[in-house]
């Protein structure tokens, strides 16, 4: 019995060693050529779309050559390219990474930027896209943080040429924050967790005033002041609702 355990040991090492030694016969491996070269080529990718290309070389050139020329530009270049192959875990870890390394880049309002984007892309849902599926239960803490990056972008860098794409973005944010916000109200409705809607309905109001979800929490907290007996504050709702 030892002498098989020890033969199928062998066995399944070797194997395990082939497999290892295939996948690295199989994938591509970047050239050893000039830093210039390697940043030339990784351009011609960008430009032509090819980013899968691109994330190869640029790797290759922030390994090879940590502390070239192309440095910085090579770490900029890589946080696009993994957002366009919606790498996004890829694309956040290393922007964390230039800001800690770069606190004085002129180039931090793109950075912000980018990780706005970047977590707005975690956040995405292709099945809500096509088939218009409402998913605002669903966790929010990507679409929250991409709200605070175009927040932190547009207070520190006001005129860069991204804040304009990015007061709107956080518009569209706002709104589907706010939605998600009303979906808790009218579950706690339906579980008849009153207090608890109408506290999350006035957390709707006071937070995202200007949004569709703060007219519709409104109602939320008709129904629940109504259910609690408080007649008064579910009129005073009523009011502010038909004013609006």
């Known amino acids: 019995m030892q002498v098989l355990k020890r033969a199928l040991l062998v066995l399944f090492t070797s194997a395990f060693i082939f497999g290892c030694s ?48 192309y440095t910085t530009q090579v770490q ?33 309002d793109y950075v912000y930027y980018m990780r706005g984007l970047a977590n707005m892309a975690a956040d995405y849902n292709l099945f809500q896209s096509v088939v218009r599926v409402d998913r605002y239960d669903r966790d929010p803490s990507f679409s929250q943080q991409a709200f605070r990056d175009f927040g ?55 937070r995202f005033p200007d949004t569709q979800a703060a007219r519709d929490a409104l109602v939320v907290m008709q129904q629940g002041y109504t259910a609690l007996g408080v007649d008064d504050l579910a009129e005073q709702a009523a009011r502010v609702e038909a004013v609006n």
């Open 22 to 69: 295939s996948n690295k016969a199989d994938k591509p491996t970047v050239p050893d050529k000039p830093a210039s070269e390697l940043y030339s080529e990784s351009q011609t990718a960008i430009n032509l779309g090819n980013f899968g290309e691109a994330s190869e070389l640029l790797e290759a050139l922030d390994t090879r050559f940590p502390f070239g020329p």
């Open 76 to 108: 900029l270049d890589l946080i696009y390219v993994y957002y366009k192959l919606n790498e996004t875990p890829k694309a956040l870890a290393n922007i964390d990474r230039f800001l800690r390394n770069n606190p004085t880049h002129s180039d931090l």
């Open 152 to 206: 932190t972008l547009l207070k520190r860098y006001p005129n860069s040429d991204y804040a304009a794409d990015a007061r709107a973005r956080m518009v569209f944010l706002k709104n589907n924050l706010a939605r998600h916000e009303l979906a808790v109200a009218r579950y706690y409705i339906k579980r008849e967790a009153y207090i608890g809607a109408v506290n999350r309905a006035k957390y709707i109001v006071e």
